[in-house]
């Protein structure tokens, strides 16, 4: 990986949670902690950006001591807590503490596509709003808590897809057609507005650097396929690797570091060889 510029450079690091900062099997960030420690004490912000909910992301920044803006649902929102920059961000929406941008397009508006779509073509996948919790528990693994807080979505519907690859390409078709966009997750097909995990950190980053006296730069980390978008406008791009799949090709990027170890451990080990080099003279 060629040496970025790094003088007066306020940096940020936009990160996906499961598989990067999260292990894939046990969910555990243990490994990451020291790292996210030594971000904080270099004051360079952390921003979650994942395909989970606020509902979920709130929890997880308890247990992450993070307290900087996030991003829900594939970039469908950005959540930043009031008061964080000087001034509230031109059409943010005051909402329990937080100023919210939306990028993305609300649940119902979905929701209200999908029952038309299914009475002309039926619905062969698992959608969350029409499961039980059992249900969601059982295609997932997460505990019943945790199904609950997936469910509790704002801007997005997962679908676990269990029709042919052709009825897929058809739906995906009509979703666009209807003004939406599908982004394949992991296990999931998601229905989000037309935004993803790119666009919304670019926003974020386009109000830092207007409360910031030196250029705002970017690393983004991320393990999957969902995570291209937001490693394409990254100026340093950190892919982890995975214990399930190989990492996802992300083409002609000028600076792209591919972990050796994966999950928390793999995130560190980049985090940690750039604050020793690249860092020590950003701030």
Known sequence: MSKPERAHTQWL???????????HF????QPADAALQHLENANIPVILNSSKTRDEMLTLRGTLHNHHPFIVENGSAIFIPSGYFPQKPESAQEESG?????PGARRQSILDFLAQDREHHGAPYLNFAAASTDAIVAATGLSHAQAEQANSRHYSEPL???GTEQEKAAFINRVEAAGLATLQGGRFLHVLGQTDKGHATQLLQRIYQQHSDHPCKLIGSGDGP????????????????????????LEDHPFLAVTQNTGPQGWADAIQKLLATEFKTAQ
């Open 13 to 23: 690091v936009a990160s996906d949670l499961d598989g990067t900062l999260l292990d």
């Open 26 to 29: 046990t969910y555990s960030h």
């Open 98 to 102: 937080y100023w919210v941008l939306e």
């Open 160 to 162: 676990l897809w269990q």
């Open 226 to 249: 969902n995570d291209l978008d937001m490693l394409k406008v990254a100026d340093i791009a950190i892919i982890v690797r995975s214990p399930t799949h190989a990492p996802p090709t």
